[in-house]
C-alpha cells in the first residue's frame, strides 16, 4: 500500500512540476505588468539566433524530472520491480534535448506573433508619410507600450536594429541580420522583399500591409487547426493512459491475477506492450502536428 502512496505521490508532483514549468514560461498578462517603472532594468546587448537554446541547469533537470518520474511510475506499475522502474526512468536523461526544440519552437512562435504587431507598427507610421528609419524608431517605441516587458523579443530586435542604424548602418542589413537569425520563413521574404522595393523604389507600405495580413491569416488558420484536433488530441491521451491504468487497476485489485506477467516471459510480454504504447503515442503527436 505504501509503494502505491509513492507512486501516486510521484505522479502528482511530476504533474505539478510540468504545470509550474509551463506558467514559469508563459508571458505576463499586461494587467500583470506594472505600468510605472522605477528604474527600469538595463539589458545587455544579445544577438539571439531562434535556432539555438542552452538549457540551465536547473531547466535541465527540470526536464530530466519531468520524464523520469512518470517513466518510473509506469516502469513499477508494468514490472513490479524497482530496478526495471529506474531503469525505464532513465530515459529522463534524452528529455532535454526535445524539451530544447519545444521551447525553440515555443520562442520562434512568440516571435512570429510579435513580428505581426510590429509590421501594422510600421505600416501605420509610414502611411503617415514619415522615412522608414522614423518608422521603424516610431514603431519601437509603440511596440514599448504594447510589450511593457524589457526583455519582450521583438522589443530588443527592433531596438538592435534601431541602434544600428543610429550608427550608421543602412538599416535594409540590420533587417536581414534579424530575418537571418529568427529562422523565420515569413521574415526572410519580408527581408528580401523589403531589400528589393529599398533598392527599386517600390511600395513599402503596400509590401508591409500584405505580409501582416498574409501572417494573420496563417495565425487564423494554425488556431482554427488546433480547435479542430483538440478533441482528438484530447482522445489520442486518454486512449494512451487507459492501459496504463488499467493494468493499475488490475495489478492493485487483483494482484494473483498478475503475477504471470510479473515473471518469465510475462516481463517480455510487458516491454513489447509498453513499447507499441510509446510508439502509438509518438505516432499521434506527428499526426496531431500540423503545420500550415
Given at each position: 500500500?505504501s509503494?502505491w502512496l509513492?507512486l501516486?505521490?510521484?505522479?502528482?508532483?511530476?504533474?505539478?512540476?510540468l504545470?509550474?514549468?509551463?506558467?514559469?514560461?508563459?508571458?505576463r498578462?499586461?494587467?500583470?505588468?506594472?505600468l510605472?517603472?522605477?528604474?527600469?532594468?538595463?539589458l545587455p546587448?544579445?544577438?539571439i539566433?531562434?535556432?539555438?537554446?542552452?538549457?540551465?541547469?536547473?531547466?535541465?533537470?527540470?526536464?530530466?524530472?519531468?520524464?523520469?518520474?512518470?517513466?518510473?511510475?509506469?516502469?513499477?506499475?508494468?514490472?513490479?520491480?524497482?530496478?526495471?522502474?529506474?531503469?525505464?526512468?532513465?530515459m529522463?536523461?534524452?528529455?532535454?534535448?526535445f524539451r530544447?526544440?519545444?521551447?525553440i519552437?515555443?520562442r520562434k512562435?512568440m516571435?512570429?506573433?510579435?513580428?505581426?504587431?510590429?509590421?501594422s507598427?510600421?505600416?501605420?507610421?509610414m502611411?503617415v508619410?514619415?522615412?522608414?528609419?522614423?518608422?521603424f524608431?516610431e514603431a519601437?517605441?509603440?511596440?514599448?507600450?504594447?510589450?511593457?516587458?524589457?526583455a519582450?523579443?521583438?522589443?530588443?530586435e527592433?531596438?538592435l536594429?534601431c541602434?544600428?542604424?543610429?550608427?550608421?548602418?543602412?538599416?535594409?542589413?540590420?533587417?536581414?541580420?534579424?530575418a537571418d537569425?529568427s529562422h523565420?520563413?515569413?521574415i526572410?521574404?519580408?527581408?528580401?522583399v523589403?531589400?528589393?522595393?529599398?533598392r527599386?523604389?517600390?511600395n513599402?507600405?503596400?509590401?508591409?500591409?500584405?505580409?501582416a495580413t498574409v501572417i494573420?491569416?496563417?495565425l487564423?488558420?494554425?488556431?482554427?487547426?488546433?480547435?479542430?484536433?483538440a478533441?482528438?488530441r484530447?482522445?489520442?491521451?486518454v486512449?494512451?493512459?487507459a492501459?496504463?491504468?488499467?493494468?493499475?487497476?488490475l495489478?492493485?485489485?487483483?494482484?494473483?491475477?498478475?503475477?504471470?506477467l510479473?515473471?518469465?516471459?510475462?516481463?517480455?510480454i510487458m516491454?513489447?506492450?509498453?513499447?507499441?504504447l510509446?510508439?502509438c503515442?509518438?505516432?499521434?503527436q506527428?499526426?496531431?502536428?500540423?503545420k500550415v
Open positions: 500500500m509503494v509513492l501516486i505521490f510521484m505522479g502528482g508532483a511530476s504533474w505539478l512540476l504545470r509550474y514549468l509551463e506558467r514559469r514560461k508563459s508571458p498578462k499586461a494587467s500583470e505588468i506594472p510605472i517603472h522605477k528604474s527600469p532594468p538595463i546587448i544579445v544577438f539566433d531562434y535556432n539555438d537554446y542552452h538549457l540551465s541547469s536547473k531547466e535541465r533537470i527540470a526536464a530530466i524530472l519531468m520524464l523520469g518520474l512518470p517513466a518510473f511510475m509506469i516502469g513499477y506499475i508494468f514490472y513490479q520491480n524497482v530496478i526495471l522502474a529506474a531503469a525505464l526512468a532513465s529522463g536523461f534524452l528529455f532535454p534535448r530544447r526544440q519545444q521551447l519552437q515555443k512562435n516571435l512570429y506573433v510579435q513580428f505581426k504587431q510590429a509590421l507598427c510600421l505600416s501605420s507610421s502611411t508619410g514619415k522615412s522608414i528609419e522614423s518608422a524608431r519601437w517605441e509603440d511596440l514599448k507600450l504594447l510589450y511593457p516587458d524589457p519582450c523579443l521583438i522589443v530588443v527592433f531596438g536594429i541602434r544600428k542604424v543610429e550608427n550608421g548602418e543602412p538599416i535594409e542589413a540590420a533587417l536581414k541580420h534579424f537569425r523565420l520563413e515569413d526572410l521574404s519580408f527581408s528580401d523589403f531589400l528589393t522595393c529599398k527599386t523604389g517600390g513599402l507600405v503596400e509590401v508591409m500591409k500584405r505580409t494573420a491569416e496563417k487564423d488558420i494554425t488556431q482554427e487547426i488546433s480547435v479542430m484536433v478533441q482528438k484530447f482522445e489520442s491521451r486512449l494512451v493512459v492501459p496504463v491504468l488499467i493494468v493499475a487497476v495489478a492493485f485489485s487483483s494482484p494473483d491475477y498478475m503475477v504471470p510479473y515473471r518469465g516471459s510475462g516481463i517480455l516491454t513489447v506492450c509498453l513499447s507499441l510509446g510508439a503515442y509518438v505516432l499521434t506527428k499526426i496531431m502536428n500540423i
